[in-house]
């Protein structure tokens, strides 16, 4: 309830309708029951489903139209969304966070399911999954087509903890007294989302000590202490969402190394963390042209027609544009796409102008700093519309050269759409 701001969703996937109208109903009388204000759930399942002599349906008891469900979900009312095979592939939510899974997942169902919290957010740091049913070595399998490194940890010992901490002080940074300084002023602050330039300037104060401290590390033992304490972040955030863990002093430290972690200065090698958003596997050199190309001056050219009608054309330059790409395709990789998947490009465009978050990536920043949002992005998309095109978006997906390729050649249009979109 607390993550993004305090506007986190979450997303129950249950095995049938029957379990999404019973989950509903108990998820409601739940809520009642332990007074919880400010989190309301809806539902969503195909039909009516009967359960005890009553019969149910969606609209009925969301108490509106079943196409209302989607934009309703997107306002700061509702909070949960109890899906029966809806909402699992196709469906944007950037604020969605959490995932409670109960039914068996495999192959691109898997990809497509879990991917539905892969949109960015401001604010959003972390996602969660909480899977009753499927194994981590099976949904590994499942993502293996898709991506080239899936990582999926085993159960983690809340005891890690206390190993890591006890790691941490003894690089004599840590000082219990700054902690607790920390901490009794930080839950002093009223609103903690909003920090006043007063309360900023006095946590600063009481973590610089221990910065100075860090800066008198070996440099190899800053690169260690700053990797613990993400470890120790990561690991506490993860259990703090399964179990009711409580050990004040431990939380006192991961709000301190929260802080403080942000104020640590950067390595050489480390004033640029990608490692969310690029994995390099391999590389290769291959020569693509050996020839002169200089301009020959014995050769007329034409003269470029001015343009005569500003704002025209750009729609048919990119339908062009986009039939040109089908053709190198093909050309490139001995494939028989026709114009047909044109209509598959464009609705790639159309997916990135329709997400927000993309325009004003694209607004905001230049061509090579969108590509390694774009790139990640490409993936969910494509993944997305499997079922309108399942030939060629498997294409896309299973052919990493092939994919590489295209993306390459769609970057450029893409991110012109959408500064377009932006203005």
Same mark, same amino acid.
């Given at each position: 309830?607390?993550?993004?701001?305090?506007?986190?969703?979450?997303?129950?996937?249950?095995?049938?309708?029957?379990?999404?109208? +019973?989950?509903?109903?108990?998820?409601?009388?739940?809520?009642?029951?332990?007074?919880?204000?400010? !989190?309301?759930?809806?539902?969503?399942? #195909?039909?009516?489903?009967?359960?005890?002599?009553?019969?149910?349906?969606?609209?009925?008891?969301?108490?509106?139209?079943?196409?209302? =469900?989607?934009?309703?979900?997107?306002?700061?009312?509702?909070?949960?969304?109890?899906?029966?095979?809806?909402?699992? =592939?196709?469906?944007?939510?950037?604020?969605?966070?959490?995932?409670?899974?109960?039914?068996?997942?495999?192959?691109?169902? /898997?990809?497509? =399911?879990? #991917?539905?919290?892969?949109?960015?957010?401001? %604010?959003?740091?972390?996602?969660?999954?909480? @899977?009753?049913?499927?194994?981590?070595?099976?949904?590994?399998?499942?993502?293996?087509?898709?991506?080239?490194?899936?990582?999926?940890?085993?159960?983690?010992?809340?005891?890690?903890?206390?190993?890591?901490?006890?790691?941490?002080?003894?690089?004599?940074?840590?000082?219990?007294? @700054?902690?607790?300084?920390?901490?009794?002023?930080?839950?002093?602050?009223?609103?903690?989302?909003?920090?006043?330039?007063?309360?900023? /300037?006095?946590?600063?104060?009481?973590?610089?000590?221990?910065?100075?401290?860090?800066?008198?590390?070996?440099?190899?033992?800053?690169?260690?202490?700053?990797?613990?304490?993400?470890?120790?972040?990561?690991?506490?955030?993860?259990?703090?969402?399964? =179990?009711?863990?409580?050990?004040?002093?431990?939380?006192?430290?991961?709000?301190?190394?929260?802080?403080?972690?942000?104020? !640590?200065?950067?390595?050489?090698?480390?004033?640029?963390?990608?490692?969310?958003?690029?994995?390099?596997?391999?590389?290769?050199?291959?020569?693509?042209?050996?020839?002169?190309? #200089?301009?020959?001056?014995?050769?007329?050219?034409?003269?470029?027609?001015?343009?005569?009608? /500003? %704002?025209?054309?750009?729609?048919?330059?990119?339908?062009?544009?986009?039939?040109?790409?089908?053709?190198? !395709?093909?050309? +490139?990789?001995?494939?028989?796409?026709?114009?047909?998947?044109?209509?598959?490009?464009?609705?790639?465009?159309?997916?990135?102008?329709?997400?927000?978050?993309?325009?004003?990536?694209?607004?905001?920043?230049?061509?090579?700093?969108?590509?390694?949002?774009?790139? +990640?992005?490409?993936?969910?998309?494509?993944?997305? +519309?499997?079922?309108?095109?399942?030939?060629?978006?498997?294409?896309?997906?299973?052919?990493?050269?092939?994919?590489?390729?295209?993306?390459?050649?769609?970057?450029?249009?893409?991110?012109?759409?959408?500064?377009?979109? /932006?203005?």
């Amino acid at each position: 309830m607390h993550k993004i701001g305090g506007r986190a969703k979450a997303m129950v996937v249950t095995s049938s309708r029957l379990h999404a109208v +019973r989950y509903k109903i108990a998820f409601d009388k739940y809520i009642k029951e332990k007074g919880y204000k400010g !989190l309301k759930t809806l539902v969503a399942f #195909s039909g009516t489903v009967k359960d005890g002599g009553v019969s149910y349906s969606e609209p009925e008891m969301n108490w509106f139209r079943e196409s209302e =469900t989607a934009q309703r979900f997107d306002t700061d009312e509702y909070q949960v969304l109890i899906v029966a095979e809806k909402y699992q =592939t196709g469906y944007d939510q950037p604020l969605l966070h959490t995932m409670f899974v109960d039914k068996k997942l495999t192959g691109l169902k /898997a990809v497509q =399911t879990l #991917s539905r919290l892969n949109r960015i957010h401001r %604010g959003k740091d972390d996602t969660f999954i909480l @899977d009753f049913l499927n194994k981590a070595e099976d949904i590994q399998e499942a993502f293996k087509p898709y991506y080239q490194a899936s990582i999926v940890e085993e159960v983690t010992d809340p005891n890690i903890l206390y190993e890591i901490e006890t790691e941490l002080n003894k690089y004599g940074v840590l000082y219990k007294e @700054d902690i607790e300084s920390f901490n009794i002023y930080y839950y002093n602050i009223k609103d903690k989302q909003k920090l006043t330039q007063k309360a900023n /300037a006095k946590l600063n104060s009481i973590i610089d000590p221990a910065v100075q401290r860090f800066k008198y590390l070996p440099d190899e033992s800053k690169d260690e202490f700053k990797s613990k304490s993400r470890k120790l972040l990561r690991i506490y955030a993860f259990i703090m969402q399964i =179990t009711p863990f409580v050990d004040v002093d431990l939380h006192k430290l991961y709000i301190y190394l929260s802080f403080m972690l942000k104020k !640590l200065p950067r390595g050489i090698v480390e004033s640029l963390d990608l490692t969310d958003e690029v994995a390099l596997d391999y590389y290769t050199n291959k020569k693509i042209f050996d020839g002169d190309l #200089s301009l020959d001056p014995g050769v007329d050219n034409p003269p470029l027609p001015p343009t005569k009608h /500003a %704002g025209e054309g750009r729609k048919e330059d990119e339908k062009e544009e986009l039939s040109s790409i089908i053709q190198r !395709l093909n050309e +490139r990789f001995g494939t028989d796409f026709s114009d047909a998947q044109k209509l598959s490009l464009e609705q790639i465009q159309e997916d990135f102008a329709n997400d927000k978050d993309m325009v004003q990536k694209a607004k905001t920043n230049t061509l090579d700093d969108f590509k390694l949002a774009y790139v +990640r992005a490409f993936m969910d998309k494509a993944v997305d +519309r499997m079922s309108t095109n399942e030939k060629f978006f498997t294409k896309i997906l299973d052919d990493e050269e092939f994919r590489t390729v295209l993306m390459e050649d769609m970057l450029v249009g893409t991110y012109n759409r959408l500064r377009d979109e /932006a203005v």
